[in-house]
């Protein structure tokens, strides 16, 4: 234990007193959980270096990177001010800033100016997330048996990895389909031949991005070497039973619905209920559940919830006017379709896709 000092720590602050100064931080300093924590542990050895910036960074990241006359450098070399921010961010509010860390000394492997000084805010965009080695996950589309599209030459199958010598790799962003190995965000998928095959997920060096198209939204690149490192079973199994249910919706149910426990579609058929209610339109569960049934909902269920919904209501619906007929498509709110899609995503699942 080493020689206690005096300190204050409130919620906006914290003091201390070393050697006959004082030291104080505010909440939003990058050392402020780090201080907290080692007072806790009666650990004061050095805590008054976490107080200058400079210094606490440079704890922090064991030197790797220093705040330095305004600039911001790793192992000597300027960093973009964005992915610090970030590091600085994720300190503050006590969350596991290791994986970015990590993620910066990959980035700045690569040769790309322009891939160093965009692909952080791509992966924000796209949502693809940082792996705890500082790589990323992102999409591909590949053919039923795990060939790319293209030229069927590569294996995509879970484990491989596929290489290709990086000067092959069209750096040039305002070329949007040219050569290169290409990887999107989840919202893009849909654009890349459309049903068909199957969908992996990708684990990427930041180090071996060359390339994110200026075209489709910021939703694609193109890289020179990935890992396959598992199958989308989740996102397949929807495309299969959406596609299913729209054919054939009595047999794509016969496997239960996609939304298998029913809770988020109950959730879903409960709001949808209280709207029809609250807006005078006669009961129509039915109809209801047609306007937003793409595969994924469970009937039952929002059939159940859209009458609860409706039943909470019914009493303050004015009977002055005549019911209005209902019309139009009614949409999911994006925050019950995520709701959706995670209940779907922990459903296991056979080798077809169906639920088991």
Same mark, same amino acid.
């Given at each position: 234990?080493?020689?206690?000092? @005096?300190?204050? %720590?409130?919620?906006?602050?914290?003091?201390?007193?070393?050697?006959?100064?004082?030291?104080?931080?505010?909440?939003?300093?990058?050392?402020?959980?780090? %201080?907290?924590?080692?007072?806790? +542990?009666?650990?004061?050895?050095?805590?008054?270096?976490?107080?200058?910036?400079? *210094?606490?960074?440079?704890?922090?990241?064991?030197?790797?990177?220093?705040?330095? +006359?305004?600039?911001?450098?790793?192992?000597?070399?300027?960093?973009?001010?964005?992915?610090?921010?970030?590091?600085?961010?994720?300190?503050?509010?006590?969350?596991?800033?290791?994986?970015?860390?990590?993620?910066?000394? +990959?980035?700045?492997?690569?040769?790309?100016?322009? &891939?160093?000084?965009?692909?952080?805010?791509?992966?924000?965009?796209?949502?693809? @997330?940082?792996?705890?080695?500082?790589?990323?996950?992102?999409?591909?589309?590949?053919?039923?048996?795990?060939? =790319?599209? #293209?030229?069927?030459?590569?294996? +995509?199958?879970?484990?491989?990895?596929?290489?290709? @010598?990086?000067?092959?790799?069209?750096?040039?962003?305002?070329?949007?389909? !040219?050569?290169?190995?290409?990887?999107?965000?989840?919202?893009?998928?849909?654009?890349?031949?459309?049903?068909?095959?199957?969908?992996?997920?990708?684990?990427?060096?930041?180090? =071996?991005?060359?390339?994110?198209?200026? =075209?489709?939204?910021?939703?694609?690149?193109?890289?020179?070497?990935?890992?396959?490192?598992?199958?989308?079973?989740? #996102?397949?199994?929807?495309?299969?039973?959406?596609?299913?249910?729209?054919?054939?919706?009595?047999? *794509?149910?016969?496997?239960?619905? #996609?939304? !298998?426990?029913?809770?988020?579609?109950?959730?879903?058929?409960? =709001?949808?209920?209280?709207?029809? &209610?609250? !807006?005078?339109?006669?009961?129509?569960?039915?109809?209801?559940?047609?306007?937003?049934?793409?595969?994924?909902?469970?009937? !039952?269920?929002?059939?159940?919830?859209?009458?609860?919904?409706?039943?909470?209501?019914?009493?303050?619906?004015?009977?002055?006017?005549?019911?209005?007929?209902?019309?139009?498509?009614?949409?999911?709110?994006?925050?019950?379709?995520?709701?959706?899609?995670? &209940?779907?995503?922990?459903?296991?699942?056979?080798?077809?896709?169906?639920?088991?």
């Amino acid at each position: 234990m080493s020689k206690h000092i @005096p300190f204050i %720590v409130t919620d906006e602050s914290i003091t201390i007193v070393v050697a006959g100064r004082p030291y104080t931080i505010s909440h939003s300093h990058a050392s402020f959980s780090e %201080v907290k924590n080692r007072i806790a +542990n009666e650990d004061f050895d050095g805590i008054e270096n976490l107080f200058n910036t400079a *210094a606490a960074v440079g704890v922090f990241t064991k030197g790797n990177l220093i705040v330095q +006359n305004g600039q911001v450098l790793y192992k000597g070399n300027p960093v973009h001010n964005y992915v610090v921010d970030k590091i600085f961010a994720f300190i503050r509010e006590g969350l596991p800033y290791q994986p970015l860390l990590n993620f910066l000394e +990959n980035l700045l492997q690569n040769p790309s100016f322009r &891939a160093v000084s965009e692909l952080y805010g791509f992966l924000e965009f796209a949502k693809l @997330p940082i792996t705890e080695d500082g790589c990323f996950l992102a999409y591909r589309k590949v053919t039923a048996d795990y060939r =790319d599209f #293209y030229t069927g030459a590569f294996d +995509n199958s879970v484990g491989q990895t596929v290489e290709i @010598p990086r000067n092959q790799v069209d750096e040039d962003k305002n070329r949007t389909c !040219s050569n290169g190995l290409h990887f999107c965000a989840q919202s893009y998928l849909s654009q890349y031949h459309s049903g068909d095959g199957k969908v992996v997920i990708v684990k990427i060096n930041p180090a =071996d991005v060359v390339a994110i198209p200026s =075209d489709y939204n910021n939703t694609k690149g193109r890289c020179s070497k990935y890992l396959v490192f598992s199958d989308c079973a989740g #996102y397949e199994a929807g495309q299969k039973f959406g596609a299913l249910y729209r054919e054939n919706p009595e047999e *794509a149910f016969d496997d239960a619905a #996609y939304d !298998s426990n029913g809770e988020a579609s109950r959730d879903a058929g409960f =709001d949808a209920g209280v709207d029809d &209610a609250q !807006s005078g339109l006669v009961r129509n569960a039915d109809e209801a559940l047609s306007d937003v049934q793409d595969g994924t909902i469970n009937d !039952s269920s929002f059939i159940n919830g859209y009458n609860e919904g409706y039943d909470s209501q019914y009493v303050a619906v004015s009977h002055a006017t005549a019911p209005k007929a209902k019309t139009g498509k009614k949409t999911i709110s994006e925050s019950t379709r995520r709701k959706l899609r995670a &209940a779907a995503l922990n459903q296991p699942r056979d080798a077809d896709g169906k639920f088991i």
